[in-house]
C-alpha cells in the first residue's frame, strides 16, 4: 500500500510561517511526483505545487510562488513545504499526493496523483 500522511498544520497569523510534512509508506524506495493541493471551505480544490523525481524540477502555484517552497528527502521517503509570509487566503485544507509519475506536464492535475493524504488544517488569522 501507499499511504501519505500529513502533519505541520496549525493556526497562524498573516505574516507568519509554517511547515507541512508528508511521509510516504509502503516502499523503500519511493520514485513518486509528489504534489501538496488544498480546498478552502466553499470552494474548489486547487493546486499549489509540486516536485518530480528526484527533487530536480519543482512546479508552483502562481498564488504561492515566492512564498512557499517545496522540498523532499528521499531518503525519508518526505515531502515538505515550507510556507513563509502567509496571508488569510492561505487557510485551507491542505492534501498531500502521490503520483506513479516520475514527472508530468500535468503536475497542476490532481488527476495525475493515485495516493492521498487525510488532510492537515492551516487557518491564518488577520
Known amino acids: 500500500q501507499v499511504q501519505p500522511v500529513e502533519s505541520g498544520g496549525g493556526l497562524v497569523q498573516a505574516g507568519g510561517s509554517l511547515r507541512l510534512s508528508c511521509a510516504v509508506s509502503?516502499?523503500?524506495?519511493?520514485?513518486?511526483?509528489m504534489g501538496w493541493f488544498r480546498q478552502a471551505p466553499g470552494k474548489e480544490r486547487e493546486f499549489v505545487a509540486a516536485?518530480?523525481?528526484?527533487?530536480?524540477?519543482?512546479y508552483y502555484a502562481d498564488s504561492v510562488k515566492g512564498r512557499f517552497t517545496i522540498s523532499r528527502d528521499n531518503a525519508k521517503n518526505t515531502v515538505y513545504l515550507q510556507m513563509n509570509s502567509l496571508k488569510p487566503e492561505d487557510t485551507a485544507v491542505y492534501y498531500c499526493?502521490?503520483?506513479?509519475?516520475?514527472?508530468?506536464?500535468?503536475?497542476?492535475?490532481?488527476?495525475?496523483?493515485?495516493?492521498w493524504g487525510q488532510g492537515t488544517q492551516v487557518t491564518v488569522s488577520s
Open positions: 509502503g516502499r523503500t524506495f519511493s520514485t513518486y511526483l
Open positions: 516536485i518530480n523525481w528526484p527533487g530536480t524540477k519543482t
Open positions: 499526493a502521490a503520483s506513479p509519475f516520475r514527472d508530468s506536464t500535468r503536475y497542476y492535475s490532481a488527476t495525475t496523483y493515485s495516493y
